[in-house]
């Protein structure tokens, strides 16, 4: 079981993640590792000049789009606190993601997106490998990947000196189920859909993609379900047949039976309340990581998956 005084050292004595709270909450999670290490984060704290003027936050990321809805969805977690204190965010990232990010965030004068510029990188840079925040891949290796982004969360909350905590990573959007039901009124071919396949190529090496087996795999599930792809092939429904987003990737999943996911961009948003609840099992593909929500298994090789269907 979780021992407490991992959680204690997090924070270097600063008690913000009560550890009662977070199993009573993830009671979903399983906890059957044997943690005996202790948890060492660089020493950060506090830096009046990471807090401009005007009560506004600058942060950036300068990677893909499945950091900046991480980021999106921690923003929306805080983001009773920043208005009642009256706080912004500017959120830095390339041009190119600002339509798909802008997506998810709950409220847009609140939480406000900025062109980044690689020459001129302004604020706290969010991202899970600054390490200036944690050292390296110390969790991501003995730990859920799911569970090491609450740990980044709560570190951007101490580098914000927000007194917050973050004790599930899932979200809640209530605009995926109206998104759903759009989608489901307008393309009926897409009604009782049975598998969501995230077969877009990975972009940060996290895992190596044979596309020819995945191919194969795919046809044969296309002829015993009713699926989507999210990477063209041949002749089967495709989210890209429809200019679908992110986010309506994210409601698309909150119906599905199963859920055929490279750890990629696409699948960042599935990770929602709707989709864990309903969903009978999530295969995600990455190379270096494993998750710990119960519904999700991790493999390497697509042909693992011809067993079960």
Known sequence: M???????????????????????????????????????????????????????????????????????????????????????????????????????IFDKNYIILKKLDLNNLIGLEAWINNENLIKKYDLQNKIGFDRYYMYFFNLLCKKMNIPYYIHDLKYTDDDLIIRYKNIHQKFNQLKNLDILIINSEPLSGQYNYNKNDWNKFIIHLSSKYNIITTLKLNDLPCTMDFNFSCKDIAALSTTVKYIIAINTGPFVGCYNEYTLEHVKKIYIFVDNLTFEHYKISVYKNINDLYQFF
């Open 2 to 104: 979780y021992k407490k005084n991992i959680i204690e050292n997090i924070y270097d004595n600063h008690p913000l993640f009560d550890i009662n709270v977070y199993k009573q909450e993830n009671r979903d999670l399983t906890f059957h590792k044997n943690e005996d290490y202790i948890v060492h984060f660089s020493k950060i704290g506090l830096k009046q000049k990471r807090r401009y003027h005007n009560n506004i936050f600058n942060i950036y990321n300068k990677y893909h789009l499945g950091d900046h809805i991480f980021n999106m969805i921690f923003f929306n977690k805080i983001l009773g606190y920043l208005k009642l204190n009256n706080l912004k965010v500017h959120y830095f990232c390339l041009e190119q993601y600002h339509n798909q990010v802008n997506e998810f």
